[in-house]
Each structure stands twice: as C-alpha cells, then as structure tokens.
C-alpha cells in the first residue's frame, strides 16, 4: 500500500494561477527549513507570536522540520493543523497553515503562513492565504476564518485587510521584553465569497475529509 493509502494528506494539492500548495515530503522540508534559515524577517522585529526565529539559523531550521512532524504526529479530528509547503515555478517559497479545533461543531478556521524574505512584496502571501481560505470556504465548509498580525508585521495585515477581513479586537503581547499590540482579524464566509478573486484547484481531497471531519457530502 502506498503512503496515501494510509496518509492521504500527502497527496493533497492545492493550484492557483501562480503557485502550489501541498504536505511537504523530506525534500520539501529540508528545503523549507533551508529557506527558514536564511532570514524570514527583518531582524530588527518579531513579526510571530512564538518568536521561533529568534535563534541560531541551524536551531531555526531544526524548528521547522520538527514543528511538522509534530503536527503530523498530533493531529486529531477535532484539532488539526494543516501545514503546507508553498511552491512557485517549482521552487519552495514558504510555508502556509490553516488549523481549526472542534470545526466540525464550530465551523472556525485561523491561518499562519511565513515567506523566504527573499520572496516578500510580490503578491505571494495574498495568493497563499487565498489558497486556503478557499479551501476552507468552498471546500470544508468553514463558516470564519480568523487571523492575527502584530502591528509592525505590515504584510499580513495588509493581506487581510486587501481579503476582505474585518477587524475583531486587540492584545496586546510582550515581545523582545516590550509591549506590542496584536490585530486580530475574522472574514465570515458571505465577505469571503464576496470578494473571491484567486480562482483554485484542489486534488485528492475527498479522500482527506473525513480527517477533517468531514464527508463526501460535506456534513
């Protein structure tokens, strides 16, 4: 039997116009964890809330490989994180997440994604997080999708204020020993739809839904 046969989300596909989204494999990941290594941010700031980068560029890219096979390892029914390498022309640009807890009962998902600072400020991040916000919209069901940027990470705000996200709230967080305001975000499915513009294609996902929790029937 293949691997899919046991893990189907490893042949799950996610295709917009420019890039492709799916469960790295062990070339994906070292790659990734190569990528995460040579700089994500500007190092001046904290742009996540577990400063993981914070580190040596050997213990950054140690991190990533082992915080996917933890979420490997941990996923559930009822809480699951689905991390997916991002890929354009071939070549790993980043990683994108959508995770949810108890969603067949909640319908609520939330995104975390990170780029190769080498590939900031072309478009990818927006087409990313589209990605997935169809996937959760069109294809599972969801009914909110939530996200948070501290207010110095002017990108991903930016992504979910140009998607159609409103405002729900602050926090505020010590980072780096200062205090540091949190925006959150939430997009209900009616603005989703609204302003859907990335079209997708998604392969080998009906064999992946009742990890999700849900059915061929979306139920």
């Known amino acids: 039997m293949s691997l899919i046969s046991h893990w189907p989300l490893a042949g799950l596909r996610i295709r917009t116009p420019n890039l492709e989204l799916r469960l790295p494999d062990l070339d994906d990941l070292g790659a990734l964890a190569a990528l995460a290594a040579a700089g994500v941010h500007d190092p001046a700031v904290q742009p996540f809330r577990i ?15 082992q915080w996917h096979w933890r979420c490997w390892a941990d996923w559930r029914v009822d809480e699951w ?6 890929l ?16 067949a009962v909640c319908g609520e998902v939330s995104t975390g994604s990170w780029l190769g600072r080498t590939h900031h400020g072309q478009g990818i991040g927006t087409e990313m997080r589209a990605a997935v916000l169809a996937l959760a919209f069109a294809e599972l069901g969801a009914d909110t999708a939530l996200s948070g940027a501290y207010e110095n990470n002017l990108g991903s705000n930016g992504v979910s204020r140009k998607l159609g996200y409103q405002p729900d709230g602050v926090e505020v967080h010590a980072v780096r020993g200062k205090p540091l305001v949190l925006n ?36």
Do not use: H, Y
Request: glycine fraction near 10%.
């Open 51 to 65: 400063a993981w980068t914070d580190a040596e560029p050997d213990e950054v890219a140690r991190s990533v490989m």
């Open 184 to 219: 959150r975000f939430r997009l209900s499915r009616a603005r989703w739809a609204a302003g859907r513009t990335v079209p997708m294609e998604v392969i080998g996902l009906a064999e992946c839904l009742p990890l999700f929790g849900r059915s061929a029937t979306g139920a």
């Open 81 to 86: 994180e689905l991390n997916l390498v991002v």
């Open 88 to 103: 354009r022309d071939g070549e790993v640009v980043g990683s994108q997440s959508i995770g949810a807890k108890d969603f």
